[in-house]
């Protein structure tokens, strides 16, 4: 392929996950197109922890200075702009943009993230990553000791109430699923003194997305200071989809222990593929996965 628009290697999402797979590749000389749209999961959130050297930072701060070292190799390219469609040829693939640009590369890399789903809680968007979480890892040191409500269903519930207990000792479990716990889970839950609430919220009180108050349908109120919420997800880009990639029962795209997915010369990593989301290990799959396409183009070259 000699075209200027040809590629060895389409990264599509070019935040933690793509720059860091753009890294292994570009140091590896390859030719290497990142298309971004610039709108990571976690661009609300003030500060970005638990990742060594970069701990307590802005996330937009960690991506411009990975993006500045990504571009220092003169193999990469960065465009601004959201890929709507993605074709397999006989040995190479075609994206195209928003703009109608055509991109052509004989791999693929996605590294679009995930999509938060949001409850129909008047505010909690505007709380989300601020004080209302959803990691104990990222944010729950900062909230540590503070009045805590935990939004969860299920497992789930269980699971972060048993996590964050280890953070504060005041917690109040917001749930519907209260029938669902064993005997044993509600005997621990109250041993924790964790309080069981099956209400439901209708508004989150806040300024500027740090909250005060829980407002329930029945119009009781309650003074809360952070909240954890488990809410559902889906993947930011249909395209993987919409080229026979398979997902796992839980949304991810489902791949081996390299970061390929279930077709041809299509890789993913990052938030799209993992249980644990996390800047670090959005960075850890996406070095593996520069790798493995770098090696894979070896195999067919050498
Ligand atoms: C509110 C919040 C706070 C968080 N806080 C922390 C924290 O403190 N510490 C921590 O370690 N982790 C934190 N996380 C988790 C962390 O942000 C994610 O694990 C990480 O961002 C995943 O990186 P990624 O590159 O896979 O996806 P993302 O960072 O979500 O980036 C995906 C990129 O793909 C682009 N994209 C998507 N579709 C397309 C398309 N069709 N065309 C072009 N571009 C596209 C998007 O614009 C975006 O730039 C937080 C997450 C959330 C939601």
Not at 72 to 87: M, P
Not at 165 to 179: A, M, P
Not at 181 to 193: G, P, S
């Amino acid at each position: 392929m000699k075209n200027k628009n040809a590629f060895d290697v389409i990264i599509i999402g070019g935040s933690y996950a793509g720059l860091s797979a753009a890294m292994a590749l570009g140091r590896s000389l390859r030719k290497v197109l990142i298309i971004d749209s610039g709108l990571p999961c976690n661009r609300q959130t003030p500060h970005s922890h638990n990742f060594i050297t970069l701990d307590g930072e802005k996330p937009a701060n960690i991506t411009a200075k990975a993006k500045e070292q990504v571009l220092q190799y003169n193999t990469i390219s960065f465009y601004e702009g959201i890929a709507v469609k993605g074709e397999k040829k006989d040995s190479y693939f075609s994206v195209l943009t928003h703009n109608s640009d055509v991109f052509y590369a004989k791999k693929l890399i996605f590294a679009t993230g995930i999509k938060d789903v949001f409850p129909d809680i008047k505010g909690f968007s505007d709380c989300w990553g601020i004080s209302v979480v959803h990691c104990p890892y990222c944010h729950g040191y900062e909230v540590r000791g503070k009045k805590t409500a935990i939004l969860a269903q299920g497992e789930r519930a269980f699971h972060l109430a048993s996590l964050v207990n280890n953070l504060t000792q005041d917690i109040t479990l917001i749930t519907s699923d209260r029938h669902l716990f064993t005997k044993e889970q509600l005997q621990k839950l109250e041993n924790h003194t964790i309080r069981i609430i099956d209400k439901e919220i209708i508004e989150v009180i806040h300024v500027k997305g740090y909250l005060s108050q829980l407002v329930f349908i029945d119009g009781s109120r309650e003074d809360f200071e952070a909240v954890y919420a488990a809410i559902p997800f889906q993947q930011n880009c249909t395209i993987p989809v919409e080229l026979g990639c398979e997902i796992t029962e839980m949304g991810h795209l489902k791949v081996d222990g390299f970061q390929k997915t279930t077709v041809s010369g299509i890789y993913t990593c990052g938030d799209t593929s993992s249980m644990m989301r996390s800047v670090a290990t959005a960075v850890a799959s996406g070095n593996i996965c520069g790798a493995m396409v770098n090696m894979e183009l070896i195999n067919e070259e050498f």
